[in-house]
């Protein structure tokens, strides 16, 4: 089972930017595919990024040009990189591993807060 810790989250002004990182362990890394969701409150948690092993990615249409995600595998590790940001980007954003080979299951990281506000 893969454990992850989430960093990186903060305070940050409309069209700044923050790079969220989270660190995966306890399992074989390449074999999750990583992502990126965030609930804001009222609402449903949502994908914003995934990325699988081989760098393969997709993204949500509102993020799609501001933000970027990306896996270093070497160090267990996927970021999310978050340009631009709008105040409707407020929410926790959660990391997540889905499991695609030699088994399965979903995993969560605790979440971070990140609040877009002048």
């Known amino acids: 089972q893969v454990q992850l810790v989430e960093s990186g989250g903060g305070l940050v002004q409309p069209g700044g930017s923050l790079r969220l990182s989270c660190a995966a362990s306890?399992?074989?890394?390449?074999?999750?595919?990583m992502g990126w969701y965030r609930q804001a409150p009222g609402k449903q948690r949502e994908l914003v990024a995934a990325?699988?092993?081989?760098?393969?990615?997709n993204y949500a249409d509102s993020v799609k040009g501001r933000f970027i995600i990306s896996r270093a595998n070497a160090k267990n590790t996927v970021y999310l990189q978050m340009n631009s940001l709008k105040p409707e980007a407020t929410a926790v954003y959660y990391c997540?591993?889905?499991?695609?080979?030699?088994?399965?299951?979903?995993?969560w990281g605790q979440g971070t807060q990140v609040t877009v506000s002048s």
């Open positions: 990325i699988t092993s081989g760098g393969i990615t």
């Open positions: 306890g399992s074989i890394f390449s074999d999750y595919v």
């Open positions: 997540n591993a889905e499991r695609v080979r030699r088994g399965s299951g979903s995993y």
